[in-house]
């Protein structure tokens, strides 16, 4: 029998990494023992890895399973990704400091086939410690012969840009971009559906499992790193009502990111007709659906999935909440029209909603 589609929660996939810990307990996630957890994979459609539903009645499946039984009633108007689900979405837990890496772009992933595919992707910044840093781009005026040279000499990170972060603001990362999660900082990650990264330094550190360095991809990096364009600067809105807010972070052609502020008691129909996912940041609520006597319940730490062809479904916020929205746009004959606001397309009444100036919002930039 075909289940009808509703609201997905999924398992997370817990990843041990040489540079993770234990902070994901603070997102609610119940980490296997003894291990340095430094990923929880929560929407995964990778060869190697299938997110499984957590409860109700879809319980059991794979978003693999999902896509092919629920089709465009799942994805709407939205293609798949490389023949995959489109996003892959994951938490991660920096105790030490990621490699310095750098993901493939289409032309690159092409040449390589298989399932190397390109890879962009946003970091959100959960939480991060005082001195708490990302490493985002090169500095200004390194090329190719200057990189490599310092890759040689072991001062690759002498040409990197060190950027410190805290918690609210949101970096883009389109393939080529050279990058490093720096130590101390925890973050959700929004990508596309691809597990690609070419190492080209590692902080000179040994896998105690091993006994040995982590492999390098020396030449693969330098062929993948964008020596020439600048990473696109992202430009913020931000729309408030009586009951919520939304903030535009990331607007790029893989995925789009805003963060919704909902207050405690808040209720409303949800208005899409297309597949968004919610990423939990905070707070707790509910949605209730025809066919499922029991609300589906979520709480910090979930992802959310709302197939396309989800009706009649009800949103009630049982504590004050936050999470990040992640849709993938479409190519549109409108686009030389104004869109609607977020808050008309939300149902919000034009005399609740109130414009915030950059220099009067409440939220880093």
């Known amino acids: 029998m075909r289940v009808i589609v509703h609201p997905v929660v999924f398992e997370p996939i817990y990843k041990p990494r040489i540079w993770g810990g234990r902070g994901l307990q603070r997102l609610g996630k119940t980490l296997p023992a003894d291990e ?28 693999r399973q999902l896509v092919e039984t629920w089709g465009s009633d799942l994805l709407g108007d939205v293609p798949l990704f490389g023949g995959r689900f489109p996003l892959l979405i994951k938490f991660l837990d920096a105790v030490s ?26 970091w959100y910044v959960l939480d991060a ?14 090329d190719r012969a200057g990189f490599a040279k310092a890759v040689t000499a072991g001062k690759v990170v002498d040409l990197l840009k060190r950027v410190p972060v805290k918690a609210g603001q949101c970096y883009y990362l389109p393939s080529g971009t ?3 999660l720096g130590a101390g900082v925890m973050v959700a990650e929004i990508q596309t559906p691809s597990d690609t990264t070419f190492r080209v330094y590692d902080w000179d550190r040994v896998d105690a499992k091993t006994g040995k360095p982590r492999d390098l991809h020396i030449e693969d990096a330098l062929e993948c790193i964008n020596f020439d364009t600048p990473i696109p600067k992202q430009e913020r809105s931000h729309v408030v009502s009586v009951w919520a807010s939304v903030t535009r972070l990331v607007t790029c052609e893989p995925f789009l990111i805003e963060r919704i502020r909902m207050q405690e008691g808040a209720e409303q129909e949800i208005p899409y007709d297309g597949l968004v996912v919610w990423v939990v940041l905070q707070g707790k609520g ?7 006597p029991e609300p589906l319940l979520f709480q910090a730490g979930d992802t959310v999935l709302l197939p396309a062809a989800l009706k ?37 009444h034009p005399s609740m909603v109130q414009i915030i100036p950059p220099n009067q919002r409440d939220h880093p930039e």
Do not use: C
Not at 286 to 292: L, T
Not at 319 to 346: C, G, H, I, N, Y
């Open 36 to 63: 340095s957890i430094g990923e929880s994979w929560e929407l995964v459609d990778l060869e190697d890895d299938q997110s499984v539903v957590r409860d109700g009645p879809a319980q059991g499946m794979t978003l």
């Open 129 to 142: 410690q005082p001195d708490g840093a990302i490493y985002y781009g090169l500095a200004h005026n390194v």
């Open 178 to 180: 050279v990058h490093a």
């Open 286 to 292: 509910q949605i209730e659906y025809p066919d499922r």
């Open 312 to 348: 009649a479904a009800q949103l009630k916020i049982t504590e004050q909440a936050m999470w990040l929205e992640v849709t993938v746009p479409l190519p549109s004959d409108l686009a030389p029209f104004e869109r609607p606001s977020q808050a008309e397309l939300r149902g919000q």
């Open 97 to 122: 400091d990621l490699s310095v890496q750098v993901h493939p772009d289409e032309a690159r992933a092409r040449q390589h086939g298989g399932d190397v595919r390109v890879k962009h992707e946003a």
